[in-house]
């Protein structure tokens, strides 16, 4: 009987704290890695419907310490999206390049570094443009992964978010256009 008791006590411990769990989209996510993320990704914007694309997802959430998305989500973009970026003005490929925002940065080039876990060497920021994400392209949202930088700094995990666009000015594909004249950032 005893033995019973201990069980059912358990039982009934471990099911109870599971009903004051967040559900659905509430819920924490997890990285790649099942290390928590900050935040949650948005499951709704306008002119963004959800989209699955296994591959492209991939390609940005990454793991603990490697920069990029921690949670994210697919979407297609049914109308023009306006983004913004900051980008290294030295580099003729980095204005329209991966790396895109729902909002105008604000605030100071260290405090949008920190926010989106940017490190140093991957930028300057130190030029803005706006562009329009054209409709027909799919785009991750998802929140900032942590970085640890070649200089030893560290950046955490937070819940801004970020917008990948697999633009490669390069290759010359860009899903971008109507963009606005760049300028001194901040």
């Known amino acids: 009987m005893h033995l019973l008791q201990t069980t059912a006590l358990f039982l009934s411990l471990t099911l109870g704290g599971c009903a004051n769990l967040p559900s659905g989209d509430s819920a924490a996510a997890v990285g790649i890695d099942g290390v928590a993320c900050a935040g949650t990704v948005a499951s709704q914007r306008p002119g963004l419907d959800e989209a699955s694309n296994t591959p492209l997802l991939t390609k940005v959430q990454l793991p603990s310490g490697k920069g990029g998305v921690c949670a994210g ?19 003729p490929h980095s204005k329209l390049g991966g790396w895109w925002a729902l909002t105008r940065p604000t605030g100071s080039r ?3 570094r920190a926010a989106n876990a940017i490190c140093k060497e991957w930028s300057p920021l130190d030029k803005l443009v706006s ?7 799919q785009v991750v949202l998802g929140t900032t992964q942590s970085a640890v930088c070649a ?3 560290t950046y ?3 819940a801004a978010q970020q917008v990948y666009v697999a633009n490669d000015g390069r290759a010359g594909i860009i899903h971008v256009g109507a963009c606005s004249e760049e300028s001194v950032w901040p």
């Open 156 to 158: 955490p995990k937070t």
């Open 151 to 153: 200089d030893g700094s």
């Open 131 to 137: 562009c329009e994400v054209r409709p027909g392209s």
């Open 110 to 112: 260290d405090d949008y």
């Open 73 to 91: 989500k697919v979407f297609s973009v049914t109308a023009p999206v306006v983004l913004y970026r900051v980008f290294d003005a030295s580099n």
